[in-house]
């Protein structure tokens, strides 16, 4: 199964388009249960999603591929590996799948080398199988590649944002046998649901519009499209989703038996595709 389950809502109230808070944790037993049976191993998580860890360690996840992150590299170089034991013990695991560096801000300054030999330690121990980064930009990818080998990268990436495969970088990952994992797929919600939006997103009016006419033509919902396009780029590993239910879980699940080829719409506006930009009120 190429979807991997995305973490965040277990742990804080997340999304743009999120009514329903942080989810409970009969809730999240449901969804993981779920999950299991239709073949979704790999959780998404970091001690940065408020008590994810915590709750995904006490709803017990041994059978699943676990991806965690660092803490942010402002921190000393025994702090972000005393943050990585904090998380094993968390989530109640000896190892995990993989470990991302989760701050793309601090990897030039001086300490990094030093932390990035002591994650490779921590590989060599058989703690983590897989060392890779949270990038958020095609030049953070370019500078990854000509400066580090690794296993994993995680990136955004949607029907509104296909930057890395107009710049290329998904084929330099793939030539050097790199894991991609997409997040950001549906645009923190903003895909399946352009209803009820903040005026701050008044700005791409028309080109949510178009693109939901353009959708409507397919014959697919919002949430086919979103994910059969993503679906379809070979490159990438695994799609990262994240659910406030089980009932929407089913429904992705549903959605991923639709096939076709599918038409992305790009928006190259930063304003819109990164998150961190917007200013909702």
Request: net charge negative.
């Amino acid at each position: 199964m190429k979807l991997a389950l995305g973490t965040v809502q277990f742990g804080l109230d997340y999304g743009v388009t999120n009514l329903s808070g942080q989810v409970t944790i009969d809730e999240v037993r449901s969804i993981l249960t779920f999950a299991k049976n239709n073949k979704i191993n790999t959780l998404d998580t970091a001690s940065v999603y408020g008590n994810s860890e915590q709750v995904l360690g006490c709803c017990g996840v041994d059978n699943y591929q676990i991806i965690t992150k660092t803490i942010s590299l402002e921190n000393s170089v025994d702090e972000v590996i005393n943050g990585f034991y904090k998380s094993l013990e968390s989530l109640g695991q000896k190892q995990v799948e993989g470990l991302l560096v989760h701050d793309m801000n601090n990897i030039e300054n001086e300490q990094f080398d030093a932390l990035f030999s002591k994650l490779n330690e921590l590989k060599q121990q058989g703690l983590i199988e897989k060392i890779g980064f949270s990038a958020y930009m095609p030049e953070q990818v370019d500078f990854l590649l000509e400066n580090f080998d690794f296993d994993l990268i995680q990136l955004p990436f949607n029907v509104f944002d296909n930057r890395l495969i107009v710049e290329g970088q998904l084929k330099k990952l793939k030539a050097k046998s790199i894991e991609i994992h997409a997040r950001s797929v549906f645009l923190q919600g903003i895909l399946l649901n352009f209803d009820n939006l903040s005026d701050y997103f008044l700005t791409w009016e028309r080109q949510f519009i178009e693109y939901q006419a353009m959708v409507k033509n397919s014959g697919l919902s919002l949430l086919e499209y979103a994910l059969t396009f993503v679906l379809s780029i070979q490159e990438i590993d695994k799609i990262l989703v994240g659910v406030d239910s089980e009932n929407q879980l089913k429904e992705i699940v549903q959605a991923v038996k639709k096939q076709a080829s599918l038409e992305a719409y790009p928006i190259d506006d930063i304003n819109l595709l990164n998150p961190s930009n917007w200013n909702p009120r």
